[in-house]
């Protein structure tokens, strides 16, 4: 069974996509469409995972996301 990861997406400036996952430290990669996007998350996932999984890692599970201007 394949873990599920929280995506966190965000559009920059230029108008690409950018995927995160927060629980993941430094996965992240950018995109064109939303669709696109997804797929090269699912690569860079596997890469991570490949690089830095450790034997008890556990993906957090997402309590919410908030928007706080200051």
Known sequence: MKDAHTVVIEK?????????????????TQARS???????????????????KTPDHRPLELVGIQRLAV
């Open 12 to 28: 920059d400036e230029d108008g690409y996509y950018v995927g995160s996952i927060p629980a993941l430290p430094g996965c992240h």
């Open 34 to 52: 939303v669709d696109w996007l997804m797929e090269r998350m699912e690569e860079a996932i596997a890469l991570w995972l490949e690089v830095e």
